[in-house]
T-cell receptor, first 117, second 110 residues
Framework: GAGVSQSPSNKVTEKGKDVELRCDPI?????LYWYRQSLGQGLEFLIY????????KSGLPSDRFSAERTGGSVSTLTIQRTQQEDSAVYLC???????????????FGDGTRLSIL | GQSLEQPSEVTAVEGAIVQINCTYQ??????LSWYQQHDGGAPTFLSY????GLEETGRFSSFLSRSDSYGYLLLQELQMKDSASYFC???????????FGKGTTLSVSS
């Protein structure tokens, strides 16, 4: 597709379960980002990928959170032993390269709305 | 670290002009970005100012003053479809990720 695709769009799970969220970036975009947005809040940075490596994972809130990217394309964000405070919208974005020096905008997917019961 | 301040809510009527201010603190500055997000939707890029001054793109303009650590988004000829949340953002010190403000909810009424 032409845009960033995320799946599932909605996920409801019980506390303590593991979840996997998927992001399919725009073809050719080397930079990929995961953000989290709680209700009525701004976007909170989680992790940045350049190709398959993650030079900045400083935003991951705990060791229950991990992410990987394979083939320089699809990325998965995994949350283990989910807690109620993990409930949020998880947004993925991609750009041609890390924007700061090149003014490449980030293109966002519609997000995965995660609800932990 | 980085932090941004912007008003939480702004209301206006169709056809009016509204300005959304953003002040920031950052340990390394690359530029100020603005994103729009309609309720339940994906944030979309509006503008990026790396240098001082005004950038105009149709009905939307964005301004930056690096000496004042301040910028604003100006929306003219408001339309109902402009009702959305608007986020200012700056890059982290490494230049690898955006740090967003909490967003300004704009409500446009007829």
């Amino acid at each position: 597709g032409a845009g960033v695709s995320q799946s599932p769009s909605n996920k409801v799970t019980e506390k303590g379960k593991d979840v996997e969220l998927r992001c399919d970036p725009i073809s050719g975009h080397t930079a990929l980002y995961w953000y989290r947005q709680s209700l009525g809040q701004g976007l909170e940075f989680l992790i940045y990928f350049q190709g398959n490596s993650a030079p900045d994972k400083s935003g991951l809130p705990s060791d229950r959170f991990s992410a990987e990217r394979t083939g320089g394309s699809v990325s998965t964000l995994t949350i283990q032993r989910t807690q109620q405070e993990d409930s949020a919208v998880y947004l993925c974005a991609s750009s041609l390269e890390a924007q700061a020096r090149s003014n490449q905008p980030q293109h966002f997917g519609d997000g995965t709305r995660l609800s932990i019961l | 670290g980085q932090s941004l301040e912007q008003p939480s809510e702004v209301t206006a009527v169709e056809g009016a002009i509204v300005q959304i201010n953003c002040t920031y603190q950052t340990s390394g500055f690359y530029g100020l970005s603005w994103y729009q997000q309609h309720d339940g939707g994906a944030p979309t890029f509006l503008s990026y100012n790396a240098l001082d001054g005004l950038e105009e793109t149709g009905r939307f303009s964005s301004f930056l003053s690096r000496s004042d650590s301040y910028g604003y988004l100006l929306l003219q000829e408001l339309q109902m479809k402009d009702s959305a949340s608007y986020f200012c953002a700056v890059y982290n010190q490494a230049g690898t990720a955006l740090i967003f403000g909490k967003g300004t909810t704009l409500s446009v009424s007829s």
